[in-house]
Nanobody, 121 residues
Framework: QVQLVESGGGLVQAGGSLRLSCAASGLTFSNYAMNWFRQAPGKEREFVAAVSWSGGNTYYADSVKGRFTISRDNAKNTVSLQLNFLKPEDTGVYYC??????????????WGQGTQVTVSS
């Protein structure tokens, strides 16, 4: 059974930082690209960042480029998202997702339950 468990969310002031983590189990982690998505209240889920299976390629939404950094540790079956210079519009539930596809954009096959990030102004 595949499980993706996010952690690290919380309440932070604008300009602050958070580090989200996603722990994966039940799959061969190094065979999966990993995505982060987010969903703000009343809005559709949107892509935030992705990393290839090896970690060698990363991709970002324009809205977070230069502020967020995605990384992975295949030895620990984890993917992380460093959030810097946070803005109130970054508020939402952040989800990690595992994607078996080889080519970007990576279609997600498995999803976590999400972790809440709230940025106050």
């Amino acid at each position: 059974q595949v499980q993706l468990v996010e952690s690290g969310g919380g309440l932070v002031q604008a300009g602050g930082s958070l580090r989200l983590s996603c722990a994966a189990s039940g799959l061969t982690f190094s065979n999966y690209a990993m995505n982060w998505f987010r969903q703000a209240p009343g809005k559709e889920r949107e892509f935030v960042a992705a990393v290839s299976w090896s970690g060698g390629n990363t991709y970002y939404a324009d809205s977070v480029k230069g502020r967020f950094t995605i990384s992975r540790d295949n030895a620990k079956n984890t993917v992380s998202l460093q959030l810097n210079f946070l803005k109130p519009e970054d508020t939402g539930v952040y989800y990690c997702a595992a994607a078996r596809s080889t080519y970007y954009p990576f279609r997600s096959d498995y999803w976590g339950q999400g972790t809440q990030v709230t940025v106050s102004s």
